[in-house]
């Protein structure tokens, strides 16, 4: 490690194979928690490239616990998180609109290194077991259309790394890398960043995978559509700007999608807006984060037929059947 970080110090970045040895390395422990720390600390202060953050997913999914259900086409909803803005679970509470339309599940989540609460969080709240037995996994998505991967059970390198991430407590590289090595390898992903110049690497790393995508950013900085300003949508066919009013209705403030204090508000959140109980802003929000990401499969004919079919699966109760049947099974 201390070659690899004079190269690093020394303002030179690493090739793929070099910054994969190093997740590698990382995963099995052969570092102590302060060469980590520093190696980390470098991608605080510098943009990673194209190369090692490559270098760094396929390590991941080397090393990750497979996982294989059925066959199903699955969606994955997920931001990279660091963004600072401490919002509800929308990602984690869209995925459970997407599974009431019938569409399967795997969501991948950890716990929030830099927010209040993660999806890994509010699951846990709400009495989800995290596990990583494939028959049980596609017990979940056959009977409750989702299921839920915790990544520090699929990922060796993410859970040598945790508690290193929570001291730090602000926005590493395995942020940008979570929504890439989804163990259940989804057919379809809404992924949220929260820069653009992420959403570019992403759009290059996406359209090399062949598979549907949609990349989102808040031009206000969140990591999923806010409706707090207009959003950068990228998809494999290109890319627009679209505002508040065409996605979502009409525009929300900040402190209408806050996520609270504690987990537990977090999750008080997440159980009234699944209930139909949320406010306007809060249903829209989530509405046009599952509309978004039920028009990347391509299944809707329009952006406006996958937001009412959001719309259908939240007020019909088929979101909520979706997560008490899930509860059910642990």
């Not at 980390?40 to 390590?59: H, N, P």
């Not at 391509?298 to 019909?316: H, P």
Request: aromatic share 8%.
């Amino acid at each position: 490690m201390k070659k690899i970080l004079q190269l690093l110090f020394e303002h030179k970045t690493l090739t793929s194979q070099q910054a994969k040895e190093v997740l590698t390395n990382i995963s099995k422990g052969i570092y102590n928690e302060h060469e980590v720390t520093a190696f980390v600390t470098v991608y605080l202060m510098r943009s990673i490239t194209i190369d090692e953050l490559q270098g760094f997913r396929d390590a991941l999914l080397e090393l990750c616990v497979r996982v294989d259900l059925n066959g199903y086409k699955l969606m994955d909803i997920v931001g990279t998180g660091g963004d600072g803005k401490n919002t509800f679970n929308i990602s984690t509470l869209s995925c459970f609109i997407v599974a009431g339309t019938g569409q399967k599940v795997a969501k991948h989540g950890n716990y929030g290194m830099t927010s209040t609460s993660g999806a890994s969080n509010v699951m846990e709240q709400l009495g989800y077991k995290f596990k990583s037995e494939n028959s049980k996994l596609k017990r979940e998505v056959d009977e409750a259309n989702i299921c839920f991967l915790h990544a520090p059970l699929f990922h060796p390198a993410l859970k040598a790394v945790g508690a290193i991430r929570k001291n730090l407590g602000v926005r590493t590289f395995f942020n940008m890398l979570g929504p890439m090595v989804n163990p259940a390898k989804p057919e379809y992903q809404l992924v949220g960043v929260y820069n653009l110049e992420m959403a570019r690497i992403y759009n290059y790393l996406l359209q090399q995978t062949g598979k549907p995508f949609t990349i989102i950013h808040s031009l206000d900085g969140y990591d999923e559509i806010s409706l707090t300003d207009d959003t950068k949508v990228i998809t494999n066919s290109g890319e627009k700007v679209l505002t508040p009013e065409q996605l979502g209705k009409r525009m929300v403030q900040p402190q209408d999608i806050f996520g609270g204090n504690t987990v537990e508000e977090a999750a008080k959140i997440f159980t009234k807006i699944i209930k139909g109980e949320g406010t306007w802003a809060q249903n829209a929000v989530v509405f046009a984060n599952a509309a978004m990401g039920l028009q990347c499969t391509g299944n809707y004919k329009n952006y406006k037929e996958a937001y009412n079919a959001a719309v259908e699966s939240l007020e019909s109760g088929r979101a909520k059947e979706c997560l008490e049947k899930l509860i059910s099974l642990q």
